[in-house]
């Protein structure tokens, strides 16, 4: 059975992380289980997110799997992004090393990487599973 988004989040904006199925699902699973903390975009036109806000984490068949709130976001550029920072996205082997190779072919993917681009970093804490 799919589950239901609460009624109370039903207009929060919805989180997939990673670029395929497995990778979201098993990214999910870290947010769950408190692996995953932090996450980061690309600066874009759609305005930052504040502390506070909520979003719905989805896993890779975009089923809704918990909600997480907002507590800090900061602007960063992708060269000075801090090993904490990586350890606290929770992905790879949690290193900056790792977690710079992966951004960085992300971003590539979409033609928009630069060693010095703005990235939002975030953090959050989960507040209920699905």
Same mark, same amino acid.
Request: proline fraction near 6%.
């Given at each position: @059975?799919? =589950? ?14 990673? %670029? &395929? ?11 769950? %289980? ?7 975009? &690309?600066?874009?036109?759609?305005? *930052?997110?504040? =502390?506070? *806000? ?8 975009? &089923? =809704? ?11 960063? =550029? ?9 350890? *606290?996205?929770?992905?790879? %082997? ?14 590539? *993917?979409?033609? @928009?990487?630069?060693? &010095? @681009?703005?990235?939002?970093? @975030? ?8």
């Amino acid at each position: @059975m799919i =589950p239901q988004i609460p009624q109370k989040y039903r207009a929060a904006e919805r989180w997939s992380f990673g %670029d &395929n199925e497995a990778q979201a699902d098993e990214v999910a699973k870290r947010v769950i %289980d408190g692996i995953k903390t932090a996450t980061c975009a &690309n600066l874009d036109d759609e305005g *930052e997110p504040e =502390p506070g *806000e909520i979003f719905v984490i989805v896993d890779g068949r975009n &089923n =809704p799997v918990c909600a997480v709130k907002l507590t800090e976001v900061k602007q960063v =550029p992708f060269d000075l992004v801090t090993e904490q920072h990586a350890w *606290e996205e929770g992905e790879g %082997d949690r290193t900056l090393a790792s977690w710079r190779t992966e951004h960085q072919r992300f971003f590539e *993917e979409y033609e @928009m990487f630069s060693p &010095n @681009m703005p990235l939002l970093l @975030m953090k959050f804490v989960l507040i209920e599973t699905f």
